[in-house]
Each structure stands twice: as C-alpha cells, then as structure tokens.
C-alpha cells in the first residue's frame, strides 16, 4: 500500500511536466516557452531564451544553466550603445524579485550556450537545468525554433555573439 501510494505520488509529480512540457511550474517559479535558434555548421555559440517568474515571496537568482549540448552556459545581458549591440556576462546571476516576470529574449537578457560540440538543429528538444539560488534547480527543455521565429529579421544573427 505505501509503495503503491509512493508512486502514485511520484507520477503525480511528474504528469503535469509531461502534459505541458513547454511551461514548467516547480514550487515558487513558472517558467515559460523555453527556446532556442538553430545554429550554421562551426558556429561556436548558441542561444537560450525563457521567460521566469517568481511566483513566491523572496527573490529569487538564476545563477547557472547547464545542457549536455554545449560545454559552457553563461547568463548575458545585451544592451546597445553607440547604435552598437554589446554584451556581458551577469557574473552575480540574475534576479527575478517576488512576484514578477523577467525574460530572457533577444536584444536583452539570455542565456549563452557555448563551446557547442555540434550545432542546434531545428525542432530539436535540448535539455536544459537551471540553478537558483532561493528555488529548487530545474529541468526543462530548450526547443530549437525556426531562425525567423517571433522575431524580425535584423534580430536574427546576434552577431555579437560569433566573435567570441
Ligand atoms: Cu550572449
């Protein structure tokens, strides 16, 4: 009886993740659409872009990501000046205060996925673990989209990004 109960409760814990596999809800923070771009043969830099939302009382700080596919996640922040788009790494991680919604999109905060073995293909599901600190690690998955997907096209090289 407790095992059976014991796994009952397991799969309950795991449907809701499966039944919606693009918006992941754990504990204090929801996490929206994760996704990807596709990347050309020998390009070293993918991108990674989510929306998070602190849907508890305390801050919360995304302080890492990690994929099998690429050998480095950095956390970025793209801001343009001088007509000139630039980025840096949030060294201090970044922070969703209680109660709002911050997202990683392009031009703005994202994640950097580098050192990427082979590159991203479309309609690939790349899995992806978020680190906080103030909530639970977190597993979803990066769906790699179109390259003119929801954006226009000057969006779409983030060609700061090759230079690295
Ligand atoms: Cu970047």
Known sequence: ??????????????????????DYTQDNLKIDHPWSRPTPPGTPTGVGYLTITNIGEAPITLIGAQTPRAGHVSIHESSMSDGVMSMKPLKQGLVIPAGETVELKPHSYHLMLEKLPEPLHEGERIPLTL?????????????????????????????GHQME
């Open 1 to 22: 009886m407790k095992v059976k109960s014991l796994v009952v409760a397991l799969l309950l814990s795991i449907i809701p993740a499966l039944a919606s596999a693009h």
């Open 131 to 159: 680190k906080f600190r103030g909530a639970e690690t977190v597993q979803v998955e990066l769906t790699v989209e179109p390259l003119d997907y929801g954006v226009m096209k000057k969006e779409m090289d983030h060609s």
